[in-house]
């Protein structure tokens, strides 16, 4: 979709306030400005609390808009895709979270400007998602070792607010008892595998798998 395509469409734009440590509040006039003056018709929701997020993307998915933002980090862009697939409706991001795997992964700028611009001004693309149990995944779905230290993560971000420093305190926290190995039983490409692991780990995006310093190429290696 060009630019010139976009003139006149309605953006919803949710922004989820406990993402990152930016205030969201104050960012919302900034992105309404900015997409007006391009021709576009913004509506800024601004939530207090994360778990308001799913349900204005629902809000979203039925509504008149053209366009849907998640404006947060990696949880934030997931939960709004989980009810825009499928709509029709073209998908934003604006990387306002801690890590923002999925918009590096896709190349949108993490400067909010260049962001801006994107939805602007970019050309839309299909992107392949995940699905487990019903629910859509962006960057992975996980058991064991990783959802146990996302939870301890939201404990301390509680005590110590969000930064990538608290992140990292997380992971030390965790593997001080990390959780019990897990029995498990894979069918992948018609191959039956055993294993006794302390995390399943199915990752869809090449970004945060080079950050955790994997790669297909290792994780096929390791599961041969």
Known sequence: MKSEERQGRIVEVILNGESGALDKHALAGTIESFLVLRGLMPRVHVTARGNEVPRLARQAASSDADIVVAGGGD??????????????????????????????????????????????????????????????????????????????????????????????????????????????????????LTRRTPLLFIGTNAFQMDSFGSSPETVSSAAS
């Open 75 to 192: 949880g934030t862009s997931a939960a709004v895709a989980e009810h825009i697939a499928g709509t029709g409706k073209a998908f934003g991001v604006l990387p306002l979270g801690t890590f923002n795997y999925f918009a590096k992964d896709l190349g949108i700028p993490l400067e909010l400007d260049g962001a801006l611009d994107v939805l602007a001004n970019g050309v839309s693309a299909s992107i392949d998602v995940g699905e487990v149990n019903g629910h859509l995944f962006l960057n992975n779905s996980s058991v064991g070792l990783y959802p146990a230290l996302l939870a301890q993560r939201e404990t301390t971000y509680r005590r110590f607010g969000r930064s990538q420093l608290a992140a990292y305190l997380s992971v030390l926290l965790v593997l001080v008892e990390p959780p019990r190995f897990l029995n498990l039983t894979i069918s992948a490409d018609g191959h039956l």
